[in-house]
């Protein structure tokens, strides 16, 4: 029987591929989106690839989860909530930290208020693998967190902890999902605080140098957004108990590994093997950068069976087809 689902964030990221996933399988999906960060070409992308029953099950709702009304008009009769949206930026959090508290404190707030208003049955957000802050601990492990080292990364605490209050007062099923350093499709290139793999695709496409902040030693645990989908799904539809766990890869990458394996596959998708020599520019770390990331994923594997499939390799040779193909289309 199929299931009405709220995916907020809808029009963003690692939304738009939530809500692809969904109404792919014939679920009922409601959007919310205030396309502060979010684009509707995202939605209008992942509505193209679908038939008319599909996308006859989609609503969009444009409201802000900083209005507690919009908040209980998007959960209306839902019955899962997968809650995405959030101001994903460290230095954008040290730059503006008021903004980052309204939308992923007070807005995750508003949400889980509205959520149990309506009685859902599961409640899945995103967390952040910030939490883990200044902790000497690898692999990072649920349980083994530093002090916060970015207003984002207290955000994303805080985000914790007042599930964790719900959980215990009103019995709800709030699961976090503790993301390191998801990158695919649709993922935004441009601006000031854009990820550093699109970032990267977008400059070696237009023939730019890319700038990396330290020596390149520094490491993240890579995750394809086909994972992240899965592991969301999954994490609402079993029986885990409420709390946190990891999603990654479980695998850590330099930046001048990434950067050698961006670049090869650039140049592979564009035809263009002069982009092969193309150098960086190293430049200062930057403040409230993670130095090093490596997730244990064996606690969400053994609650509902998170088991990542996309390597590295694969999944930036996807990425980089996507971000060329758009490319050639706007040219």
């Known amino acids: 029987m199929a299931e009405k689902w709220l995916v907020t964030g809808a029009a963003g990221f690692i939304g738009s591929h939530l809500v692809e996933a969904l109404l792919r399988v014939g ?60 101001i994903g930026s460290v230095p954008r959090s040290i730059d503006d930290p008021l903004t980052t508290n309204e939308v992923n404190v007070t807005g995750h707030l508003n949400m889980m208020v509205a959520a149990r208003g309506a009685r859902v049955s599961s409640f899945v957000y995103a967390s952040s693998s910030a939490v883990y802050g200044d902790s000497p601990t690898s692999p990072k492990k649920e349980g083994d967190e530093g002090r916060p080292i970015s207003p984002y990364a ?81 994490a609402a539809t079993s029986d885990a108990p409420s709390g946190v766990y990891n999603v990654a890869q479980g695998r850590a990458t330099t930046l001048n590994e990434l950067y050698r394996l961006l670049r090869a596959a650039v140049a592979a998708a564009t035809r263009r093997p002069e982009i092969e020599s193309a150098e960086p520019i190293y430049e200062p770390f930057r403040t409230g950068d993670v130095l090093r990331s490596l997730a244990d994923t064996s606690r969400a594997r053994a609650e509902f069976g998170f088991d990542p499939r996309v390597e590295i390799g694969t999944g930036l040779l996807q990425t980089v087809g996507w971000f060329a193909a758009q490319n050639a289309s706007q040219a």
């Open 27 to 86: 679920e009922e999906v409601v959007g919310l989106d205030n396309f502060a960060t979010g684009k509707r070409e995202n939605v209008d992308d992942v509505l193209s690839s679908l038939t008319g029953h599909q996308r006859d099950r989609f609503r969009l709702i444009d409201g802000d989860i900083r209005d507690p009304d919009d908040c209980r008009r998007a959960c209306a009769g839902v019955t899962r909530v997968l809650h995405q949206a959030a």
């Open 154 to 234: 207290a955000s994303k605490r805080a985000n914790e902890d007042y599930a964790a209050a719900f959980a215990a007062v009103y019995g709800m099923k709030l699961i976090g999902l503790r993301y390191f350093n998801v990158y695919g499709p649709r993922q935004d290139p441009a601006g000031q605080y854009a990820a550093v793999i699109p970032r990267w695709i977008g400059r070696l496409l237009a023939g730019q140098r890319c700038q990396i902040f330290g020596d390149g030693s520094t490491s993240r645990d890579l995750t394809y957004v086909g994972d992240v989908v899965a592991a969301n799904l999954a």
